[in-house]
């Protein structure tokens, strides 16, 4: 175990996970904590906030990939950023062990602990899926998701094999959620403009599935809107399966399977498979030996913090967003919990922020009530869905809601700047579908370079 000898020894309030929750209760806390003469340390393996509901914008390539996230150092001046990943906490002794990149590991001591890790995609065990599959939580995933779609297309254009070509061309998304819809859409778009583009392909060699286990789509939205957006869907090409489960992905085989006589529907070839079924609460939720509920969600209270299994508070221990069963006063929630998305987490944050100097403070705590402001979703350029405000908006108004909405909500003046450029430079010059080549083996041509002559 290495020491800590860089790092501050003020009494520390430590977060961990520096997403929407803990970015935004940095936010909050740093300046007032520092007067206080404390330290405000925030723990994240990425050295960034993911704006998540960007990342179907970096797949459509609306959105260039670094603008998506909100670098922690550059807007937390008065934070202690240490980028490394909780792997335990013992909350009676008041410590935290982290393990930094380089592979060593720290033990943090604190005063009060934030606990806002927030989710990790949900899989099941589908043969293949671990191999084949990718998910849509991080930006990575949306920038190689990205590429990869237009290098298929680009290698599928000088194909001779047309069972190659057939499954380069073919691109499954499982999940009909927010994420999945948005991306499948957001693929849809990208895929016709990228094969317009190119003269030795045509639409009908494309293919575009997406698979739904439940008999409908996007719960966010009323029923009428989703059976809307599944015919709108459809009448741009993309197959939507719904009642259909994926069985198997071995070696880019699907096998998709009938959800009620569990027979097989189908059974193709496809190059990209984006799974987006689910999240769960992060796994140092468990680790972290706080209680947790059978969802492996930390037990919150509407204050807040963490509760024990008598439903008591747990003094210095607090949570929020994806990571926290957090109770619903609204009633609203499914089995009476606020449901993991971002309108709640930022909110949750600052009213954690404010909480926890009050309990500071020796002052009372306010309880989280948060009716929903409704949902919008983007479907690709000019198209969109959604209940804003409770008003049922589709088509351009949606999409614009859409865009003015997240170009607000993305953290700092500075990103929403970033973000609202590259809509103006995709408004002038359209949309910018350039692949990036040998982002995993960047190193390929130098190397190629360097051998002598004589080892080739
Ligand atoms: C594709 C997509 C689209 C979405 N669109 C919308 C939308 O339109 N509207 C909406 O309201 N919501 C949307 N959401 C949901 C929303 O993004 C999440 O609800 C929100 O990000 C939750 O915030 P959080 O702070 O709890 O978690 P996150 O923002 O996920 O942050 C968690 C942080 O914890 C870090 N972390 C993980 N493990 C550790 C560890 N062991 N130690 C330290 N740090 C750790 C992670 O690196 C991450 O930075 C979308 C999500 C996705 C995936």
């Known amino acids: 175990m290495a020491t800590s000898q860089k790092l501050s020894d003020k009494p520390r309030t430590l977060i961990v996970g520096g997403g929407y929750v803990g970015l935004t209760v940095a936010q909050q806390l740093q300046k007032k904590v520092k007067e206080a003469g404390g330290v405000v340390t925030l723990v994240d393996p990425l050295p960034y906030m993911t704006y998540q509901p960007f990342l179907p914008e970096v797949v459509g390539g609306h959105i260039e990939a670094r603008h998506a996230v909100v670098s922690h150092r550059k807007h937390l001046k008065d934070t202690e950023v240490v980028t490394g990943k909780v792997t335990g906490v013992d909350h ?9 990149d380089d592979g060593d ?3 943090l001591s604190y005063q009060d602990v934030v606990m806002a890790a927030g989710a990790t995609t949900r899989t099941f065990p589908i043969e293949g899926l671990a191999e084949q599959g990718i998910g849509l939580k991080t930006i990575e995933e949306a920038l190689t998701l990205r590429n990869q779609i237009l290098d298929d297309i680009e290698a599928a254009s000088t194909m001779t094999d047309e069972k190659a070509k057939a499954r380069a061309l073919t691109f499954t998304v499982v ?3 927010f994420a999945g819809i948005e991306c499948i859409a957001e693929i849809e778009d990208i895929v016709r403009a990228a094969v317009d583009a190119n003269p030795r392909l045509s639409q009908s060699d494309v293919r575009i599935v997406l698979v739904e286990a439940m008999g409908r789509i996007m719960p966010e939205v009323s029923e009428d809107q989703a059976e809307g957006v599944v015919e709108h869907l459809r009448s741009r090409g993309i197959e939507v399966l719904l009642n259909t489960s994926l069985g198997s992905a071995v070696d880019g085989e699907l096998q998709l399977i009938d959800m009620a006589d569990k027979s097989e529907i189908d059974r193709f070839e496809s190059g990209t498979l984006v799974w987006t079924a ?4 992060n796994a140092v939720a468990k680790s972290s030996g706080f209680p947790v509920d059978e969802r492996g969600r930390l037990k919150g209270s509407p204050t807040l913090q963490i509760v024990d299994d008598e439903g008591r508070a747990i003094p210095g ?3 929020a967003g994806d990571v926290a069963a957090t109770p619903d006063l609204t009633g609203a929630g499914p089995g009476g919990f606020c449901v993991p998305n971002a309108q709640h987490a930022l909110r949750q944050a600052k009213m954690l922020a404010k909480n926890l100097l009050a309990a500071r403070a020796g002052e009372s705590l306010t309880e989280y009530k948060h009716e ?3 949902a919008v979703a983007g479907l690709g350029l000019y198209k969109g869905v959604g209940n ?11 999409w614009l809601a859409h865009r003015g909405y997240h170009g607000m909500a993305i953290p700092t003046v500075e990103r929403k700047v970033r973000v609202a450029s590259n809509w103006l430079n995709e408004l002038l010059f359209g949309r910018d579908f350039t692949q990036l080549r040998d982002l995993e083996t960047p190193r390929r041509q130098f190397e190629e370079a360097a051998t002598p002559a004589t080892k080739k």
Do not use: C, D, N, Y
Request: aromatic content about 6%; overall charge negative.
């Open 278 to 281: 689910g999240v769960a609460a």
């Open 105 to 107: 590991t720290i033990e």
């Open 317 to 319: 221990a607090w949570t």
């Open 388 to 398: 804003p405000l409770g008003v049922k908006l589709t088509g351009f108004p949606a």
């Open 92 to 100: 009676e002794a008041r410590t935290a062990t982290v393990e930094l």
């Open 372 to 374: 929903s402001l409704g």
């Open 175 to 177: 999940g009909g959620g």
